[in-house]
């Protein structure tokens, strides 16, 4: 197993007997020694060589792949990152790519820790755009949801005020709208105020049952579905 190599630079302590330590990473290492496990762990550890073979067309075409998936990924989850995009597009190093794409992307941990045991920068690279286009893949379908929960949300808000309006107009009228009970049962609405924003936000029973339930005005979640 391969892990990091990293020096202390701050330790803060926080409430309770917690410890907040701040390091900065030297390289990749390897345990040769492990001399004791209580307390805390002890041994020796040697740098782990990593191997950077020849720039090739096809390595040159990976890096330029894997900068254009990155710029995607920062468009479709807003991240501020483009000061390391700047350096990534500067690079001419395929593991530093590979490298800066899974420190800044929400690529899963156990995905990271592989990438960290690959030792051969461009194979390390491939491996950062196959997960990378993941990402962006499900980034794509996660707002193609929210996309169409906020239009059905939209649409039921519309609804109920113009059900309401009605209501309204044909009180002012006098008019009779038994034959229409049915239609205008406001039981057929629940209204819940959004945690996030404050706003009073009505659904129907059929989206009661459907999926998480969105705010159209701040998009945030208001009732999770287990």
Not at 14 to 22: A, D, K, S, Y
Not at 134 to 140: C, G, I, N, P, T
């Amino acid at each position: 197993a391969v892990g990091c190599i990293a020096k202390v630079k701050q330790v803060l302590k926080t409430q309770g007997e917690n410890l907040r330590i701040l390091v900065t990473g030297i390289s990749r290492g390897r345990i040769t020694e492990l001399s004791q496990s209580e307390p805390y762990l002890s041994g020796i550890v040697e740098s782990a060589s990593v191997e950077e073979p020849a720039d090739t067309i096809r390595a040159r075409a990976l890096r330029r792949e894997a900068n254009s998936l990155y710029g995607v990924y920062l468009e479709l989850c807003e991240h501020p990152a483009q000061t390391v995009q700047l350096r990534m597009l500067a690079s001419e190093s395929s593991g530093f790519i590979a490298d800066s794409i899974a420190q800044n992307s929400g690529i899963d941990f156990p995905d990271k820790a592989k990438m960290l045991c690959q030792l051969n920068s461009v194979r390390r690279l491939e491996t950062a755009v196959q997960l990378l286009r993941r990402e962006v893949e499900m980034l794509r379908l996660e707002g193609d949801i929210q996309e169409k929960t906020r239009a059905a949300i939209d649409q039921n808000q519309k609804d109920y005020f113009l059900r309401e309006q009605i209501k309204a107009i044909r009180e002012e009228l006098g008019e009779e709208d038994d034959e229409d009970e049915d239609y205008f049962d406001d039981e057929d609405f629940v209204e819940v105020e959004c945690p996030h924003c404050g706003e009073t936000v009505y659904f129907d029973q059929e989206m009661l049952q459907g999926d998480d339930l969105i705010c159209p005005n701040c998009n945030e979640t208001i009732l999770p579905k287990d």
